[in-house]
Every structure is written in C-alpha cells, then in structure tokens.
C-alpha cells in the first residue's frame, strides 16, 4: 500500500513570500497525485492534480506542483503567498487499489 | 460549495450509542468514499463504495459499517461509540472511482462525550 510523507507540520511566513511544501510518496507503480486545500472551517478542495504529461501542474489560486518521478515526490510551489491562503494542505497518492492516501497535512499561517 | 451534502453538521452523543451519518454525492456521481479526520491519525481513509457496492476498504473498524442505497446516497453508522472515536467525518463523491477527483463534503463532527 502507498504511504504519503509531508516534511513540514506547520509553516509560518509573511505576505509575498514564496511558499514550497515538500510532499514524498512510497509506491513503486502508477500513481495518481493530488493537493488538496482546507480552508479554516470548510471542506477539503481540490488545488490540483497529476495523472501523466507534463510533470509541472498547474492549479487553482496560483498553485503549481512538480512531479519527480526519480524522486517520488510532488512538491507545491507558490510564489507569492496571500493572507487568504492561510489553511491546511494535503498531499495524495492515488494508485491502483482506488483509495487515496492523505499525508498528515501542513498548516500554512501567512502573516500580513 | 462542492455539491457533496452531510447530515448532520454536528453530532454530540455518549459513549457506547449509535450514530448515523448521511452523505448525498454529486449529482451523477457513482462512488461515494467516507473518511475520518482526528488530531492524532490525521485523514484516513474508511470505506468506498461504488454504484451500491463496495469497492475498497481502508482502516475502518469492525464497530462502523456503511452501505450505500439504490438512490446513491450513503450512510455511514458507528456503533458502541467509544471517545477516541470523536473526528470529523468527510463523505467524497467520484463520477466513478480509480483516479477520479473526489469531492468532499462539509463533513460532520462526531464529539463522544
């Protein structure tokens, strides 16, 4: 079964810092990769998604994220972060036994 | 709003009772997933079940079933409730399952007093 590893519990920055949460995966085959976003007191959504091609994807709110396949890693990258992205972020693997696995989450506090 | 609806919102009940927790997926969604949120495991992944059946099962308790009906929807029902068994509890729903996005619901949150 795929296991999901996120480095970082809890990140602290200021407006217009650039933001990367590192996110690693064990799974050997195809897998189907995820972040997903919570926002305090909502529901979890969907920032983006890889399945194939171009391993740099781009997402909602000015998110992107870099598959490394050699590295078996999915990083999210924001350039320049807002208060309003102040949240928890999840990373997932999807492989073939349909379930997705979350990483323990990291939450994002962006000072204003 | 994702289109995914959870009832209740909010549940407060005592150790050893039964619960029930709704879940209506997306309009033409086939599989609907269940999934726990605690401080201390983080977001597990319970149950899914795809067009009334289920399809793959994750660290779900002996003490918890689902089952999903000819309507779609979904319940999820916890029994002789124990205090660690206090989360949130979000229901997804997917077109149809594999690599499909999830879409998650409001969730409800399960306090074991």
């Known amino acids: 079964a795929q296991s999901v590893s996120q480095h970082n519990h809890h990140v602290i920055l200021s407006e217009a810092a650039s933001l990367e949460l590192g996110c690693n995966y064990s799974?050997?085959?195809?897998?189907?990769l995820f972040w997903y976003v919570q926002y305090p007191g909502q529901h979890l959504q969907l920032l983006l998604k890889?399945?194939?091609?171009?391993?740099l994807v781009k997402g909602i709110k000015g998110f992107e994220a870099e598959f490394i396949k050699s590295k078996f890693s999915f990083n999210l990258r924001k350039p320049s972060v807002q208060w309003s992205d102040t949240a928890e972020y999840f990373c997932?693997?999807?492989?073939?036994?349909?379930?997705?696995?979350f990483g323990a989450g990291t939450t994002v506090t962006v000072r204003a | 709003d994702s289109g995914v609806t959870q009832t209740p919102k909010h549940l407060i009940t005592a150790t050893g009772q039964r619960v029930t927790l709704r879940c209506s997926p997306r309009?033409?969604?086939?599989?609907v997933y269940w999934y726990q949120q605690s401080l201390d495991q983080g977001l597990q992944f319970l149950i899914q079940?795809?067009?009334?059946?289920?399809?793959a099962k994750g660290n779900i308790l002996e003490r918890f079933s689902a089952q999903q009906f000819p309507d779609l929807h979904s319940e999820l029902n916890l029994s002789s409730l124990e205090l660690g068994d206090s989360a949130l509890y979000f229901c997804?729903?997917?077109?149809?399952?594999?690599?499909?996005?999830?879409?998650f619901g409001p969730g409800t949150r399960l306090t074991v007093l």
């Open positions: 997804a729903s997917s077109v149809a399952g594999g690599s499909d996005e999830q879409f």
């Open positions: 799974y050997g085959g195809t897998v189907n």
């Open positions: 890889y399945f194939s091609g171009d391993p």
């Open positions: 997932a693997v999807n492989a073939d036994d349909y379930k997705l696995s």
């Open positions: 309009s033409g969604d086939l599989s």
């Open positions: 079940y795809y067009n009334g059946e289920e399809r």
